[in-house]
Nanobody
Framework: VQLQASGGGLVQAGGSLRLSCAASGSTFSSGAVAWFRQAPGQEREFVAVLRWYGVSAFHADSVRGRFTISRDNAKNTVYLQMDSLKPEDTAVYYC???????????????????????WGPGTLVTVSS
């Protein structure tokens, strides 16, 4: 599985961006795709996760209500709609895919990077104040 993230850029605080993560190669019918981010000088952190099939999604507390993860199965693409952006959202954003199919009650396990088998190169999001 190859993942390619796009859509990053420079935006003013309060603005919006939509990131895309296109999957190619061998895809799978179960599992999940997530977004992580890494701010300068900080460790990479979980942002949001979505199962390839079904409606279950989970967002980190820091972005809940502002960011929304979604997908288009026909295009093998996962999106991250980011609204009400803040300077502290500035980071390189990565998409990652997992073959593990946890139910919604265990979605907190997807916060761990070790649950993900495939990673794409990141896309930089810069939010100016």
């Amino acid at each position: 599985v190859q993942l390619q993230a796009s859509g990053g850029g420079l935006v003013q605080a309060g603005g919006s961006l939509r990131l895309s993560c296109a999957a190619s190669g061998s895809t799978f019918s179960s599992g999940a795709v997530a977004w992580f981010r890494q701010a300068p000088g900080q460790e990479r952190e979980f942002v949001a996760v979505l199962r390839w099939y079904g409606v279950s999604a989970f967002h980190a507390d820091s972005v809940r209500g502002r960011f929304t993860i979604s997908r288009d199965n026909a295009k093998n693409t996962v999106y991250l709609q980011m609204d009400s952006l803040k300077p502290e959202d500035t980071a390189v954003y990565y998409c990652a895919a997992s073959r593990r199919a946890y139910n919604s009650g265990s979605f907190h396990l997807y916060k761990r990077e070790s649950e993900f088998d495939y990673w794409g190169p990141g896309t930089l999001v810069t939010v100016s104040s």
